[in-house]
């Protein structure tokens, strides 16, 4: 079992930063595959980035390439999404999940997620 807590999110103008945190808590933590996804109201949730246990390997999404970076410190069992260059379409509430094995881009093969964390971007 792992148990998520995001932290991080905001109000910002557009063209400004925020770093989301994610800390993860359980035995096995540091061993799960993370991604983060957001859902802006009435749409579906979408992938946003991930990364492996290792840190080794990362996967973006196309709309925030370049702009976001995922990041982990499995000593401190806690993952982080550095948003960049922020957009008012990149408002909504982000949450961080895990999964043992590889990293996916799917919401369904994670099985543990996070209570989210809003990002307004203003224009």
């Known amino acids: 079992q792992v148990q998520l807590v995001e932290s991080g999110g905001g109000l910002v103008q557009a063209g400004g930063s925020l770093r989301l945190s994610c800390a993860a808590s359980g035995r096995t933590a540091s061993s799960y595959a993370m991604g983060w996804f957001r859902q802006a109201p009435g749409k579906e949730r979408e992938f946003v980035a991930a990364i492996t246990w290792s840190g080794g390997s990362t996967y973006y999404a196309d709309s925030v390439k370049g702009r976001f970076t995922i990041s982990r410190d499995n000593a401190k069992n806690t993952v982080y999404l550095q948003m960049n260059s922020l957009k008012p379409e990149d408002t909504a509430v982000y949450y961080c999940?895990?999964?043992?094995?590889?990293?996916?881009?799917?919401?369904?093969?994670?099985?543990?997620w996070g209570q989210g964390t809003q990002v307004t971007v203003s224009s």
């Open positions: 999940a895990a999964k043992d094995g590889n990293m996916w881009s799917l919401p369904s093969r994670y099985p543990y």
